[in-house]
């Protein structure tokens, strides 16, 4: 640390000083904390909470190198977001349902970068950005939002799932999000958890769009995509959900729904890393000129 630190300008007085800052931040918006952390853990369509703080340590991870190029210093510009972060959790403070709960949380984590930021500058946190912008997705998602997210998507979800099974030799029947087999009504909410995987997903594809060094254009399009991506692995998620409950013990259907919807992470990851290489296949510039991957 000592060579690094009269090279580059770090030191442990930074982690020390970032530690303790963010301590504070943490201590000053606890009781958003732990609301969010309620939220994470009782409501299944915002459990992708956990998944934030893992991938913006990961992204911060492969570019590692750019601490090289990034001396830390002290700046105002964190205090102040600081001040914005808690008199927009205070301004959004309501009683009951009157409580404007985005803003109560979403200043909680402006609270928390402008606690790094004070310590290591505004330079760090732009060479950082990606890490910092994920962690947009630790405010759990409004009601209103998610049920306009949610509508269409289960739509077209089980639209392309009663076409799959039709396409090889199954008789269903479709109403509204409710496929039928065998007299046995499956609800596309119920089989996939509704938005559950949705923003898992979301996160899965921006991890893998800022983790390998792509193009601008092309990291774009695969978060453009992504909801489409979100689909495909819920239909192949849904269509043997809906066979199995149609032909097999309720038991077995339940535990090949709870196994595949971890298996949709891995796969929607796959599937990325398999549009990329088809588009070297077709000579279509997909990756950056860079020496090594942590520089993207």
Request: hydrophobic share 55%; glycine share 6%.
């Amino acid at each position: 640390m000592s060579k690094f630190a009269l090279r580059y300008g770090w030191g442990y007085k930074h982690v020390v000083l970032v530690t303790a800052m963010v301590i504070g931040a943490l201590f000053a918006s606890l009781t958003q904390w732990l609301d969010i952390a309620t939220i994470a853990i009782k409501d299944e369509e915002s459990s992708h909470i956990f998944l934030v703080f893992p991938i913006a340590i990961w992204l911060i991870w492969i570019r590692r190198v750019r601490f090289r190029r990034c001396r830390p210093r002290a700046s105002w510009i964190g205090f102040l977001l600081i001040i914005a972060g808690f008199m927009l959790s205070y301004l959004s403070m309501g009683y009951n349902e009157n409580t404007f709960q985005a803003g109560w949380h979403g200043g909680a984590v402006v609270m928390l970068v402008g606690a790094v930021t004070a310590v290591v500058g505004t330079q760090v946190i732009v060479n950082f950005f990606p890490a910092i912008m994920i962690l947009v997705l630790l405010v759990p998602i409004p009601g209103n939002i998610r049920l306009a997210i949610a509508g269409p998507l289960q739509n077209a979800t089980a639209r392309v799932t009663t076409l799959v099974l039709e396409t090889l030799g199954f008789y269903v029947e479709r109403s509204g999000n409710l496929v039928n087999i065998n007299d046995m009504p499956v609800a596309v909410a119920e089989a996939c958890n509704g938005m559950r995987m949705v923003f898992a997903l979301v996160l899965v594809s921006y991890a893998f769009a800022f983790s390998v060094p792509l193009r601008n254009s092309v990291r774009i399009m695969v978060l453009v995509l992504s909801p489409i991506a979100a689909i495909i692995c819920n239909v192949l998620r849904l269509a043997p959900t809906v066979i199995l409950y149609g032909n097999a013990p309720q038991s077995v259907a339940d535990n090949f729904h709870d196994i595949a919807g971890w298996l949709m992470l891995p796969l929607a990851f796959m599937m990325l890393m398999g549009a990329t290489r088809a588009l070297r296949w077709a000579m279509i510039p997909t990756y950056r000129f860079t020496l090594a991957t942590q520089s993207s």
